[in-house]
């Protein structure tokens, strides 16, 4: 499984291409207006210059030929990057014109099944199950991953799954067993897959033994 990072912190993201565990990065609009940056392409452009590898950048149009537009024009700003459509009957048509293109989408705000199956039958690239927003309503969003799995599976349809709204270490675990194919994850739980109190215990204690017998 690859990780991806979800945040439009270029900050985070030099931080964490440094480690060599990024394989790619999604943002949203939310993200963006988060680290209050007006232009999309400028961040997408900015991320672009720290990480080869899918940069996924959404749409704000509603109406298919309106967001088909938008989507080439987003495309444009950098040979990575992935246009996220929103789950739509618009969003389909848009991702089965644009697939014939071979401009790469991700099927974005992904909450069942029958919506990943439309849009792989659509020619999406990446479809986004997000995972937190429907733990977050008593529905079990790592289902979901590991529903969407089996069936592409079974089907060998080449969507990735992208497992999205992850919001702690254990969804990454989880997606990982799943066998989803990229989990994108916040930087903060980057960090905290990194620790653990073993490791922490650890390391102290090596280094405390190693001084004991420089003092001898
Ligand atoms: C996915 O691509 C989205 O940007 C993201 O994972 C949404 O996560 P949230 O539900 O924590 O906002």
């Known amino acids: 499984m690859r990780i991806f990072l979800d945040t439009a912190n270029t900050s985070e993201i030099r931080q964490a291409a440094r480690l060599g565990v990024i394989s790619g990065i999604t943002t949203n609009p939310s993200l963006i207006a988060k680290e209050k940056r007006e232009d999309m392409k400028?961040?997408?452009?900015?991320?672009?210059?720290?990480?080869?590898?899918?940069?996924?950048?959404?749409?704000?149009?509603?109406?298919?030929?309106?967001?088909?537009?938008e989507a080439r024009e987003v495309s444009s700003w950098s040979a990575n990057v992935v246009v996220k459509i929103p789950m739509s009957e618009g969003g389909l048509e848009a991702i089965s014109v644009l697939s014939r293109e071979?401009?790469?989408?991700?099927?974005?705000?992904?909450?069942?099944?029958?919506?990943?199956?439309l849009g792989t039958i659509a020619g999406a690239t990446y479809v986004s199950p997000f995972v937190g927003r429907l733990d977050d309503i008593s529905h079990d969003g790592m289902q979901l991953v590991s529903d969407i799995v089996k069936?592409?599976?079974?089907?060998k349809m080449p969507t990735q799954v992208l497992a999205a709204?992850?919001?702690?270490?254990?969804?990454v675990v989880i997606a990982a067993k799943a066998g989803a194919?990229?989990?994108?994850?916040?930087?903060?739980v980057l960090k905290q897959m990194i620790k653990h109190p073993l490791t922490d215990i650890g390391i102290t204690r090596f280094t405390e033994d190693w001084q004991s017998i420089q003092k001898l």
């Open 102 to 117: 071979g401009i790469k989408t991700n099927l974005t705000l992904c909450f069942s099944l029958n919506q990943a199956l």
């Open 165 to 171: 709204s992850i919001r702690h270490p254990l969804h």
């Open 151 to 155: 069936v592409f599976d079974h089907y």
């Open 42 to 69: 400028s961040v997408i452009e900015e991320i672009a210059s720290i990480i080869d590898g899918p940069i996924s950048a959404e749409v704000l149009s509603l109406e298919p030929k309106a967001m088909i537009q």
């Open 181 to 188: 194919d990229i989990a994108t994850i916040p930087y903060n």
